[in-house]
């Protein structure tokens, strides 16, 4: 336990302490483009949070390497578990920096995720089987081929569902570390009841993400003084995708002799912490075509955008999707733990529907929302009308108040004949 705190906290003391060198170097280049329609800050922010991110990860994983219990699992484990995350994660790295630099197309940057994900393949981090119960006709292994095409799969999907909700200041960096520490919590509950070195692998991975997540947070909160960009947010989609790879255990009938649950966790527990990535995946792939556009082409529909629009703050709706996917992630590890029916899988995402339903009310509205209507301020109270200096006297040039004379025969002369009223003030001599 001692060594996944002690790799987590170097990772984001890393993190933490680079983030201002990239930042001072993301605004010398002019990677802090101006805003768009589309973002939701109103004032241009440096990018390329992601190289301090990246930075962070190396160190982490180089630390965990050398520790005595992560260090022997990483050796022992079939992949080279380090280089191929520390070779993937630059390959990724640089395409996000040059997509948040220059701008770069959608299908040059979908090539550089498919070539990350394949890196991760040719160090041997690849899924080998679909672990499913006895009953359900057992686990299904995979050959070299069908392992590919799937892993390379999920580890693509995984990016651009982090890459789509990197919206928000600090929503992407903690939607991930929710679901990193979810993956760690179950990456060592299974260690209890087994040992093999993909679990100790997987628990690595996911201390080190969790590390680097929390050192960028400070200073990507609301109101953020740099944003992690394509550079970031591919990454630490691709350091998660890796965690999902490796927390199914090598041995399929390790898991037998748990309840249905356990067995088909891996499975579940990619799609409960993902969730809110990939439901705002869909949506956005579903709008975009229906409306004749591009599945990659940018809008303002996403989730964060709606919980916006109905009133929150950046730093409420931020918080409800943390929850969100709290509740998701853990239910379905809590639901592993205590060898609960798979028919209450459904029963948590029900559950996580009124959470996210009953703090994303319209009913908030105007309760100090980003975009609820101000409220006047009343007076402490109500002594008549405010009173104050006399208003100026305007120049002749233009048109002067009119005011109505004292006497009637004054003021039907003056109407009848449409001259300005000119009042006259008493003297005060």
């Given at each position: 336990m001692r060594e996944y705190l002690f790799m987590a906290l170097i990772s984001a003391a890393v993190t933490y302490l680079l983030v201002?060198?990239?930042?001072?170097?993301?605004?010398?280049?002019?990677?802090?483009?101006?805003?768009?329609?589309?973002?939701?800050?109103?004032?241009?922010?440096?990018?390329?949070?992601?190289?301090?991110?990246?930075?962070?990860?190396?160190?982490?994983?180089?630390?965990?390497?050398?520790?005595?219990?992560?260090?022997?699992?990483?050796?022992?484990?079939?992949?080279d578990v380090v280089t191929g995350l520390i070779v993937a994660g630059g390959l990724i790295t640089v395409t996000g920096f040059l997509d948040d630099w220059w701008g770069m197309d959608a299908f040059i940057k979908l090539g550089g995720q498919i070539a990350a994900a394949g890196v991760l393949v040719f160090f041997n981090l690849r899924l080998l089987y679909i672990p499913l119960p006895k009953d359900w006709g057992g686990s299904m292994s995979l050959d070299y081929t069908l392992s590919t095409v799937i892993t390379i799969l999920v580890v693509v999907v995984t990016i651009n569902a982090v890459n789509f909700v990197d919206g928000l200041d600090g929503l992407a960096a903690g939607i991930v570390c929710i679901a990193a520490m979810a993956t760690w919590a179950y990456s060592i509950f299974l260690a209890q009841s087994m040992s093999a070195g993909?679990?100790?692998?997987?628990?690595?991975?996911?201390?080190?993400?969790?590390?680097?997540?929390?050192?960028?947070?400070?200073?990507?909160?609301?109101?953020?003084?740099?944003?992690?960009?394509?550079?970031?947010?591919?990454?630490?989609?691709?350091?998660?995708?890796?965690?999902?790879?490796?927390v199914t255990p090598l041995d399929p009938a390790a898991i037998d002799d748990m309840n249905k649950v356990g067995v088909l966790v891996p499975l579940m527990l990619p799609a409960a912490v993902l969730v809110l990535p990939l439901v705002d995946l869909i949506t956005a792939v579903v709008r975009r075509t229906s409306q004749g556009l591009s599945p990659f082409a940018p809008d303002r529909g996403h989730l964060h955008h709606r919980l916006l629009d109905i009133g929150h703050s950046q730093r409420r709706s931020v918080l409800i999707m943390y929850a969100w996917a709290f509740l998701f992630a853990f239910g379905v590890v809590l639901m592993s733990r205590e060898g609960v029916p798979v028919l209450l899988f459904p029963v948590v995402i029900v559950l996580a529907l009124a959470v996210l339903v009953l703090m994303a009310a319209p009913?908030?509205?105007?309760?100090?929302?980003?975009?609820?209507?101000?409220?006047?301020?009343?007076?402490?109270?109500?002594?008549?009308?405010?009173?104050?200096?006399?208003?100026?006297?305007?120049?002749?040039?233009?048109v002067r108040p009119q005011m109505p004379?004292?006497?009637?025969?004054?003021?039907?002369?003056?109407?009848?004949?449409?001259?300005?009223?000119?009042?006259?003030?008493?003297?005060?001599?």
């Open positions: 201002p060198l990239v930042r001072r170097f993301a605004i010398r280049i002019g990677a802090m483009p101006e805003v768009r329609e589309r973002d939701v800050h109103t004032t241009p922010t440096p990018r390329l949070g992601g190289l301090a991110m990246y930075g962070g990860l190396v160190i982490g994983l180089l630390t965990a390497s050398q520790l005595t219990h992560t260090g022997e699992a990483l050796a022992g484990y079939d992949a993909n679990i100790t692998t997987t628990a690595a991975i996911a201390a080190v993400l969790i590390g680097t997540c929390l050192g960028f947070l400070p200073h990507n909160f609301h109101p953020a003084k740099i944003f992690m960009g394509d550079t970031g947010a591919m990454l630490i989609g691709l350091v998660l995708a890796s965690s999902i790879v490796t009913r908030w509205r105007g309760r100090g929302g980003a975009h609820s209507a101000p409220r006047r301020k009343q007076p402490d109270n109500d002594d008549g009308p405010p009173t104050g200096p006399m208003p100026p006297i305007l120049p002749d040039t233009q004379p004292t006497d009637g025969p004054s003021r039907e002369r003056a109407t009848a004949e449409g001259n300005p009223v000119i009042p006259v003030f008493p003297s005060r001599s």
